[in-house]
């Protein structure tokens, strides 16, 4: 079995090149899409020998603000990198530039080896985790280059389109947007998720065995519109490719995500940027976690020393 790390990094150069060098291993492979408002070339510096780490080429990577559509689509360039290298007998694991593993790579790979063909990745209903489902899935949402904002507006035959709400983002819009991408925006017909697949949603980061990559990747050639219509949902990454697994795979097949993130914290953006005093919390989700988002070295690499330690220390296990 082969393991296929696909890696979103935007920031944090020799994060990443640490990040990487703790999972690198026999069997492993790395396929990275570095954000084009970064320069990529301090990411790849370090890894020029490498046989098994795979850049996006130059001409295709893409600028991907956040919660735009723009995750889904570099997710799909890397899955189809995959596809080119393997076929089978090989487990997808999406991670952020900003993950890190909870577990040495022998605990990983016996874990996936253990349990292939489960599919790691959280298919919940939407409107049981997001309170302001219809906001994601029927407004027309607008994520703006370099700013973690989303304006979305209803059009005018949506009947929510009459509020004061709608029409102050409908001026943002007009003002950052311009006159005719807003105006053609608010005469669109009301925006319906597509009938023949029901909505899931859940974390943007999974595990997938490359069969199942391979169907999703099918789905979405028959399905063409599926793509369309997400262009203008906020946070699709969360929906797009859980929702698509739900449909294609049995209930028992599903299990939940293999990277812990903590969203629960009052006094914090989250999500919660660990640092070194959160390292308990962190070796206490090692025994049901695999990785663990997020970190940033600017503000505190004590953390990731821990966890080597921890991880260089840890007696290997093989669980479900």
């Known amino acids: 079995m082969n393991i296929s790390y696909l890696i ?11 990040m990487v060098k703790k999972l690198d291993a026999e069997n492993v492979y790395f396929f990275v899409h570095i954000d084009k408002t970064a320069d990529d070339v301090p990411f790849k510096q370090a890894f020029i020998n490498y046989k098994n780490v795979f850049f996006i080429e130059e001409e295709k990577r893409m600028i991907t603000p956040w919660s735009s559509i723009g995750i889904c689509k570099v997710t799909l360039l890397l899955l189809n990198k995959v596809i080119k290298k393997f076929t089978s007998n090989t487990y ?27 599919n790691y990745i959280v298919a919940e209903e939407i409107k049981d985790i997001w309170p302001e489902w219809a906001n994601r899935f029927e407004r027309y949402n607008f994520h703006l280059p370099n700013k973690r904002l989303n304006r979305g507006i209803f059009p005018i035959f949506d009947s929510r389109f009459l509020t004061l709400r709608n029409f102050k983002h409908i001026f943002y819009l007009l003002r950052n947007l311009g006159f005719t991408t807003t105006v053609n925006t608010v005469f669109k017909p009301k925006r319906i998720h597509p009938n023949y697949l029901e909505p899931k949603g859940g974390d943007t980061w999974w595990a997938l065995p490359v069969e199942t990559v391979i169907e999703i990747i099918n789905y979405l050639k028959k399905n063409p519109d599926l793509l369309e219509y997400h262009a203008y949902t906020h946070v699709p990454d969360e929906t797009l490719f859980a929702s698509i697994v739900n449909k294609l795979k049995e209930k028992e097949q599903i299990k939940t995500t293999n990277t812990y993130t903590n969203w629960l914290r009052n006094d914090v953006e989250l999500p919660v940027t660990f640092k070194e005093n959160d390292f308990e919390e962190l070796k206490q989700a090692s025994k049901n976690y695999l990785f663990a988002r997020k970190f940033d070295v600017a503000q505190d690499s004590a953390i990731l020393n821990k966890l080597d330690q921890y991880i260089n220390h840890q007696k290997t296990n093989i669980s479900s």
């Not at 979103?8 to 640490?18: C, D, G, T």
Request: charged share 10%.
């Open 8 to 18: 979103l990094a935007h920031k944090n150069p020799s994060q990443f090149h640490r």
């Open 92 to 118: 997808c694991v999406l991670l952020s530039g900003q993950d890190y593993p909870l577990n040495n790579n022998k605990h990983i790979y016996n874990f996936y080896q253990s349990n292939y063909g489960n």
